[in-house]
């Protein structure tokens, strides 16, 4: 398993871990604006992930393709779709 | 347990869920953007449910606190809080 | 005009100077990444523009909303709307 | 001018358009939330600007960057960080 996806597993469980918290929250009645602040975080540390992802996405997918002259717009236009459900 | 909390717990657990089937996409080495798009379904899961929260919260504490007249100003800065954060 | 209402026009206008240099930016060729950057910068000013104008309407309109028992469901849901479209 | 420079400079000039459209609504006292609504078609349209000027960086500066081996990783951390800033 490579050092990345290492990473991003262990930053995931992480996440998971942190949601499992705010469903305690609610569970318990916790004040709201703390849980949607917690909720958020998590939100957060996922869209993190999601920059680990894409970094190495960059790196090795869309380089691969742009060095074999294969199928580049493809990739830019996924790129760009994650770019803009942002 | 009203009928809110229920709902919030429901979408809380239904997007844990979620979140579970990404970390299995990470560990079995699914593509990469097919990860992120996943990952941006459960923040946006998360986000619906912290409107629903923000929603409850609006016509409950805010209400209670500007018919009371007591911490009107307390209650929107944190609103506004959530909103900045987002 | 009162206060707030200054702050937010005075805001709008830097922002919109602002705007208009990113367009010279790009009619002189300057390089993609540093355009982005600086339209970013022109969305997150209005987003704060956004969230000050947010703030006063909490405390006014909402208020009014709540004092008179009229129409909050539609005040929250409009609030609701604006988190929303975020 | 590339056919991809007039495109952004054309929805740039709209949105500049708009932008002045929203500072008249403000400086009419048009109610809050049609302010934000219009604000945040503005910012929805710059952001679509910068998907637009990402989408023609990447086809150009990173798959030249690629092609020649040189500034790879640099040229990712420049669009991560477009990312990360949104």
Chains 1, 2, 3, 4 share one sequence.
Do not use: P, W
């Not at 990473?7 to 949607?36: F, P």
């Not at 999601?50 to 996405?57: G, P, T, V």
């Amino acid at each position: 398993m490579s050092e990345n996806k290492k990473k991003v597993l262990h930053r995931m469980k992480i996440a998971r871990g942190h949601l499992d918290k705010v469903i305690e929250m609610v569970e318990n009645g916790k004040y709201c604006l703390d849980i949607i602040q917690q909720s958020q975080a998590v939100e957060s540390a996922l869209e993190k992930v999601d920059q680990l992802i894409l970094e190495n996405h960059l790196k090795t997918c869309v380089r691969q393709s742009i060095e074999s002259g294969k199928g580049i717009d493809d990739k830019v236009a996924e790129v760009i779709e994650v770019f803009r459900r942002k």
